[in-house]
C-alpha cells in the first residue's frame, strides 16, 4: 500500500511527522510503553531508510519502538490500521477516488484464477494486489456480493480454489504456501474495505484491539493454545529458577584447601578466599489438583501448569482429585500432547466416585494414608483448589499432619481472595496450615507464586 | 572518537554478512544497518538455537572489527565484567617499595611520606588494572563488536551497570576517572527472555527478535554450509526439521542442529531420509529421552507412510 500524498524520501515532513506521532499515541492506548526517547530513536531511524520501501520503514519503526514480542504483535496490528485508516482519510479529503477496472465482461475466471496461483506462488505483492482488485470486481459483477467483509472475502477464496492445504485429489496444482495465501487473503479484505469507505465517504469508527488473550482464560472452551503459550513462558522462567542462589555470597563457607592452595601465589598470605561452591535446592514438588466442575475453567490452567512443572522439576510427582485422590505422575511423564493427557486423566483415573462433587475431607484422608509417609522436610506440597467441600467434613486436622510432614506446603486458590470462605469455601480451615495461600487467577499470579517457591528461603532446611 | 566505515544500505549490509556466511533475513539486516549508522546496541532475541550469537560473529567477520565477549552468567560482578585491581601485583609493589628504602635508614620518616605518595598514585595506575570485556571494548582503540551473551542470564543489578556502557560509552573508575570511548563499538546483547529485561535497559537498545527461518531460508543456510548436500535430500531434511519443531518438545532443533544432521547424513551416505535413516540419526536433532520417544512415534511413523519402506525394514519399531 503506497500511501498518496506522502513524499517518497527526505527529512521527516510535518504531515507525516504529525501521523506518526498519532501512531505513537495510539500505540500507547494500547499498553506499548512508547516513551520519547523511543520517538526520537525512531525518527533517527526514519533518517536512514528509504521510505519508498514499506517492510523497510515497518521494520525501522519497530525496532525502535516495540521493545518486546507482545508488543511486536500489537505493534504490527496497529501499524496495518493505522496507516490504513490515515491513507484513506487522506484520500477522502482530497477527493482521490482509484481507477477501477471495470474493463471488458470477458475477464476470464479460469484465467484470473490462473493468475493468481502464480503470483501467490511467486509471492509478489504488488502482483497480489492488483488480482485481488480484479477479483472483487469480478465478483461485484457476478452479483455474490453479500456486503459483510469477512463473508466476501471467503466467497471469492472458495470461487478461486485457493486452498492453503492444496492438496486436492486431482493433485496437478502445487500446493500453495499458506502464508502467502493469507497475505493474499488480507489484500482482499484490504481492497474491500477500501471499497466501502470510497462508496460512502467516510471512515469506520475506530475500534481498541480486543484484548489479545493477555489474560488467563477463563472458559474452559477456550483455545487450549492459548494457555499453553501463556504458561510457555512461565517455563523458561521456571527452568532457569533454582539456580539463582548460585553466585549469591550470602551464607558461603570457606573452602580451606583451596584457599592455602590459592595463597601460595601470594607468598602464604590468604589474600583471595576460596568458597565452597553452593548446590542449588532441588526440591522434591507433591502438587494435588482440583478436577472437579466447580474449579474446571480453573483446572485447564492448572493442568497446564501442572505439565509445565513436570518440564522443569524433575522431583514432581502429581495428584489429582475429585472425591477421591490419584496419582497421574506417569502420564505426565510419558504423553507430552496436552489433549492426550486430560483425555487419560478424565478416563482412566477414576476420581469422581459417586456425586462428582469434591470431597476434600476423604482426600486428605486417603493422601495421608497412602503418600504421606514419603513426605519429608525437603518436600513441598502444592494443592490446586477452591477449598469449596460441597458441605462435607473438611478434616482440616489430617490436612494440618500432612503440611507438618512436608517442609512448605502452599495452597493456590484459582477465586478471588474476595470470595474466600463464602458458602461453602472452608479456605479459612486449611490456611493456618500452609506457609502461603494465593489467589491464582491469571498467569501474573502464578508468576508470583513461582517466585515465591524458588527464590524463598526454605524455613526447614 | 575515531568513526568505522559505515554501511550505505541495507542491501550493502545483508551482501556482507552473507559474505560473511550468514544469511540474514530483512528485518536482522535492516537493524545491523540501523545499529552501525545510529550507533546504538541492538538486543537480540529469540528461542535458543537461531543464530543470535552467530549474528554478532558474522558483523564482526563483515566489518572486519575485532569480536570481544562477555559472557553472562548468574552473579557475574563487575570485577568479571569491567575492570579489577590485580592487588596480588600491587603487593609486590609495596613490599618492593618497602625492602628498598632500608638504603637509607637515617631519613625513614621523610622518605616514608613522600614514597607513600608516589606509590599510591603508581598502584592505581592502569599498568595494575585487569582489563575485562567491558574495558577491553570501551577503550579498544580499533572498533569492536562487543557481544554480550545471555544477558538474561545475570541479576537486574549487573543490567543497572551496563546502562552507563550502553549509553555513554564510557566508564567510570574511582582511582582513574571516567574512560570513554575512542571508538564506537557496535554492541549486540542476546537474551532467550528467560526473564524480563528493565526497561531502562530496553528503552537504549534497539530491538530485534530472530525466530526459527522460514523453510526456503533454512534450506539456503543449510545449503550455505553443507553444498555437497544433494539439493533434495536437504530440503526434505529441512522440511522434516520443521515437522519436528511443529511438535511440543523440550528443545526444539535449533539451526545449528539442523546443519549438524546435513553434515551427519552427507558423512553416512544417506539418499533419502526413511524410517531407518531418521532412527538412526536422530538423536542429533532431539536430544531429551521424552522428547526422541516423542518425535520416534509422530515423525518416524509419518516418514514410514510417504516412503514405501524396503523390504525386512517393518520390524522396526
New interface residues.
Given amino acids: 500500500m503506497s500511501a498518496p500524498g506522502r513524499p517518497a524520501a527526505g527529512g521527516v515532513v510535518p504531515g507525516a511527522a504529525g501521523s506518526l506521532l498519532a501512531f505513537f499515541e495510539e500505540l500507547r492506548t494500547e499498553g506499548v ?1 512508547v ?1 520519547s ?2 520517538i526520537l ?1 525512531a525518527f ?2 526514519l533518517d ?2 528509504s521510505w519508498t520501501d514499506q ?2 520503514f515497518r ?2 519503526l ?3 519502538i ?4 507482545e508488543d ?1 504483535r500489537v505493534f504490527e496490528l496497529l501499524f496495518d490500521r493505522h496507516f490504513f485508516r490515515a491513507t484513506e482519510a487522506e484520500a477522502l479529503e482530497r477527493e482521490v477516488q482509484e481507477q477501477r477496472y471495470e474493463g471488458s465482461d470477458r475477464l476470464d475466471l479460469d484465467e484470473l484464477r490462473e493468475a493468481i496461483r502464480e503470483a501467490i506462488a511467486a509471492g509478489n505483492d504488488g502482483e497480489m494486489r492488483d488480482l485481488a482488485r480484479l477479483a472483487i470486481s469480478a465478483f461485484g459483477r457476478r452479483g455474490e456480493r453479500s456486503g459483510v467483509i469477512g463473508v466476501d472475502v471467503q466467497r471469492i477464496r472458495r470461487a478461486l480454489e485457493l486452498q492453503a492445504r492444496g492438496g486436492s485429489s486431482d493433485g496437478e496444482q502445487p500446493a500453495l504456501d499458506p502464508d502467502e495465501v493469507r497475505r493474499f487473503e488480507q489484500h482482499l479484505r484490504r481492497e474491500l474495505e477500501r471499497a466501502t469507505i470510497e462508496r460512502t465517504g467516510k471512515l469506520p469508527p475506530s475500534r481498541p484491539l480486543a484484548e489479545l488473550d493477555r489474560t488467563l482464560p477463563t472458559s474452559p472452551t477456550q483455545d487450549l493454545a492459548a494457555v ?1 503459550r501463556a504458561v510457555a ?1 512461565m517455563k ?2 521456571i ?2 529458577l533454582g ?2 542462589q ?3 555470597r550470602r551464607g558461603r563457607v570457606v573452602d580451606v584447601r583451596r584457599t592455602m592452595r590459592t595463597s601460595l ?2 607468598g602464604g598470605v590468604p ?1 583471595q578466599l576460596r568458597y565452597r561452591p553452593k548446590r542449588p535446592r532441588r526440591p522434591e514438588i507433591y502438587v494435588l489438583c482440583d478436577v472437579s466442575t466447580s474449579v474446571s475453567s480453573a483446572s485447564v490452567f492448572f493442568l497446564s501448569v501442572l505439565h509445565a512443572l513436570h ?1 522443569s522439576f524433575r522431583k514432581l510427582r502429581s495428584f489429582v482429585f475429585i472425591e477421591r485422590i490419584s496419582e497421574v505422575s506417569d502420564i505426565f ?2 504423553e ?3 489433549r492426550a493427557i486430560s483425555e487419560a486423566i478424565s478416563s482412566e483415573r477414576g476420581v469422581a466416585d459417586v456425586s462428582g462433587y469434591t470431597d476434600y475431607g476423604r482426600v486428605w484422608l486417603e493422601f495421608g494414608e497412602e503418600i504421606a509417609e514419603d513426605l519429608g522436610p525437603r518436600s513441598t506440597a502444592i494443592v490446586l483448589g477452591d477449598a469449596r467441600t460441597n458441605g462435607r467434613e473438611p478434616h482440616a486436622r489430617i490436612f494440618g499432619d500432612i503440611a507438618e510432614r512436608s517442609g512448605r506446603t502452599f495452597w493456590l486458590n484459582p477465586e478471588p481472595r474476595l470470595y474466600w470462605n463464602y458458602g461453602d469455601s472452608v479456605m479459612a480451615a486449611y490456611e493456618p496450615f500452609c506457609d502461603g495461600a494465593f489467589e491464582c487467577w491469571t498467569t501474573k499470579h502464578l508468576e508470583q507464586f513461582v517466585n515465591v517457591i524458588a527464590g524463598a528461603p526454605a524455613p526447614v532446611e | 572518537m575515531a568513526e568505522a566505515k559505515q554501511p550505505e544500505s541495507v542491501a550493502e549490509v545483508r551482501e556482507g554478512l552473507a559474505e560473511a556466511g550468514y544469511l540474514a533475513d530483512e528485518s536482522s539486516a535492516l537493524v545491523s544497518f540501523l545499529a552501525q549508522r545510529l550507533g546504538k546496541p541492538v538486543l537480540v532475541e529469540g528461542p535458543a538455537g537461531v543464530g543470535k550469537t552467530e549474528l554478532a560473529k558474522a558483523l564482526s567477520r563483515d566489518t572486519g572489527r575485532k569480536l570481544i565477549r562477555l559472557q553472562c552468567y548468574e552473579g557475574l560482578d563487575e570485577a568479571k565484567a569491567l575492570y579489577e585491581w590485580n592487588y596480588r601485583k600491587q603487593l609486590l609493589r609495596i613490599q618492593a617499595e618497602a625492602t628498598g628504602d632500608h638504603a637509607s635508614p637515617g631519613r625513614e620518616a621523610e622518605a616514608e611520606a613522600s614514597s607513600w605518595e608516589s606509590t599510591r598514585g603508581d598502584i592505581f595506575s592502569e599498568d595494575f588494572l585487569f582489563t575485562r570485556p567491558l574495558l577491553e571494548a570501551i577503550s579498544a582503540t580499533e572498533p569492536v563488536v562487543l557481544l554480550i551473551d545471555e544477558i538474561d542470564k545475570t541479576d537486574q543489578e549487573f543490567e543497572a551497570m551496563l546502562l552507563e556502557v550502553l549509553s555513554d560509552f564510557q566508564i567510570s573508575i574511582p582511582e582513574l576517572g571516567v574512560i570513554e570511548a575512542r571508538t564506537r563499538p557496535l554492541v549486540l546483547l542476546t537474551s532467550n527472555n528467560s526473564r524480563e529485561l528493565t526497561e531502562a535497559l530496553k528503552r537504549r537498545c534497539l530491538y530485534l527478535w530472530l525466530d526459527y527461518p522460514s523453510v526456503e531460508r533454512e534450506l539456503e543456510i543449510v545449503r550455505l554450509h553443507t553444498p555437497d548436500l544433494d539439493e533434495s535430500l536437504a530440503r526434505r531434511m529441512v522440511e522434516v526439521v520443521h515437522m519436528v519443531r511443529q511438535l511440543d518438545l523440550k528443545k526444539p532443533p535449533s539451526i545449528a542442529e539442523s546443519i549438524d544432521w546435513a553434515r551427519t547424513l552427507l558423512l553416512i551416505g544417506a539418499d533419502d531420509i526413511d524410517r531407518e535413516t531418521f532412527e538412526q540419526s536422530m538423536s542429533i536433532i532431539v536430544k531429551h529421552r521424552s522428547d526422541i520417544d516423542l518425535v520416534a512415534e509422530r515423525v518416524a511413523v509419518k516418514l514410514g507412510d510417504m516412503t514405501p519402506p524396503p523390504a525386512g525394514q517393518t520390524s522396526s519399531g
Fill in positions: 510503553a516513551g526517547s523511543e530513536d533517527a531511524a536512514e531508510v517492510r523497510d521494520e525501522a519497530a525496532s525502535t516495540a521493545k518486546s514480542q511486536r499453553h513462558q523458561r522462567r527452568a532457569t539456580h539463582e548460585r553466585g549469591r601465589e601470594t589474600l518440564d511423564e510419558h507430552r500432547d496436552f
